[in-house]
């Protein structure tokens, strides 16, 4: 399985972005995928992920400002991010599980990471 993620930049603080993910394999649509972000010197975290079933879930921190989707026919997920804001700055990372979890170590498969910065 192979995901690749795209759609990383630069942003001023306020303006939007759409992070893409695409996967490899015919069974994209029986998995969790999942969004994390890392900042330098920090630990990756949550961001917000995706069921089969079409439940969605996100961190506190990006609530009413991101949108995780997904699009079975092209074995991709999305992250449409609004209202950024400096904090956001991150590198992203798509990555895909068996269930639904917060945590990464129970993501079996990740790409490469986008790096998405938000000026002030």
């Known amino acids: 399985v192979q995901l690749q993620a795209s759609g990383g930049g630069l942003v001023q603080a306020g303006g939007s972005l759409r992070l893409s993910c695409a996967a490899s394999g015919r069974t994209f649509s029986n998995y969790v995928m999942g969004w994390f972000r890392q900042a330098p010197g920090k630990e990756r975290e949550f961001v917000a992920a995706?069921?089969?079933?079409?439940?969605?879930y996100y961190a506190d921190s990006v609530k009413g400002r991101f949108t995780i989707s997904r699009d079975n026919t092209k074995n991709t997920v999305y992250l449409q991010m609004n209202s950024l804001k400096p904090e956001d700055t991150a590198t992203y990372h798509c990555?895909?599980?068996?269930?639904?979890?917060?945590?990464?170590?129970?993501?079996?498969?990740w790409g490469q990471g986008t790096l998405v910065t938000v000026s002030s």
């Open positions: 995706s069921s089969p079933y079409g439940n969605t």
């Open positions: 990555a895909r599980a068996s269930y639904y979890t917060e945590r990464a170590d129970e993501y079996g498969y």
